[in-house]
């Protein structure tokens, strides 16, 4: 296929590689941009050789490149996506839509993608500005984490006296709670959800991490609400955190002397 030719050189493509051949000298590598703008499927690979064959003007023909390919198709790692990069004119795509459009395909079926093929896209949206998005596969919904949640218990904070000031000394920071009270629950990890990629295979989501519940099974139960792990107070009691695990202990006696410790 020849590309230019005028009195100064002839540029040209044979079996997907591009030649030029100089045979008079004055024609720079920089008027050459007019003409690789007009033919984008030009990718040059040896400048060097380019001005050179330009500056001395042999008459030899030398390998300066070579031809992409007027629809590049590029898929995605994950094969979740693939996407399409025209090289060639406006014009040239206008007058050979339904060619483009046919090749496309062509391409796509011999590299296995047979699922989220965007039709629309293929037939009414391609363009030479960008590389264009031209299937899609169904994302996997990855699961959540287990969730842990504890009773909070409350901040230490000094007790008011009837005459409004604080006492530091007397600190009300008592959790009590009765039977059956509410301690703290756990929410399994969801399963998530399987996608497929544009191959037709399956992609399977992100498992979600699972986490313990830490109770004292003296004092706390867990039992199963709602597909929820719940803990429920066994005793009546003060709530209290041994060793990083929820528990009971029951007071002896309210007094002062015992809140003190």
């Not at 050189?9 to 100089?22: G, H, N, P, S, Y």
């Not at 031809?67 to 007058?95: F, G, H, P, Q, T």
């Not at 000031?165 to 629950?185: N, P, Q, T």
């Amino acid at each position: 296929m020849i590309y230019e030719k005028n009195e100064y050189f002839l540029l040209e493509a044979d079996r997907d590689m591009i030649f030029i051949t100089v045979f008079q000298k004055g024609f720079s590598i920089l008027q050459l941009n007019p003409i690789l703008l007009d033919f984008p499927q030009i990718m040059l690979e040896n400048v060097k050789e380019l001005k050179d064959a330009l500056t001395e003007a042999s008459g030899e023909r030398i390998q300066v490149g070579r031809r992409k390919s007027i629809a590049e198709l590029d898929i995605a790692a994950d094969k979740m996506s693939a996407s399409v990069k025209l090289n060639c004119s406006e014009n040239y795509l206008k007058e050979n839509y339904s060619v483009i459009m046919g090749n496309i395909l062509e391409s796509l079926q011999s590299e296995g993608i047979s699922e989220g093929v965007l039709m629309h896209v293929l037939q009414n949206e391609l363009s030479i500005k960008d590389q264009i998005i031209i299937a899609k596969g169904i994302e996997p919904v990855h699961a959540k984490d287990a969730v842990v949640t504890y009773f909070k218990r409350s901040d230490r904070k000094p007790a008011v006296r009837e005459d409004g000031k604080a006492d530091y000394y007397d600190m009300s920071f008592l959790d009590e709670v009765k039977r059956g009270d509410w301690l703290g629950e756990r929410i399994p990890p969801s399963s998530g959800e399987m996608g497929r990629r544009i191959t037709g295979e399956i992609a399977l989501p992100r498992k979600g991490k699972d986490k313990k519940l830490l109770y004292d099974q003296k004092t706390v139960a867990a039992i199963e609400e709602d597909g929820k792990l719940i803990l429920r107070a066994l005793i009546d009691g003060v709530v209290e955190f041994r060793e990083g695990k929820i528990a009971f202990r029951i007071p002896v006696c309210k007094s002062k002397a015992w809140k003190r410790n």
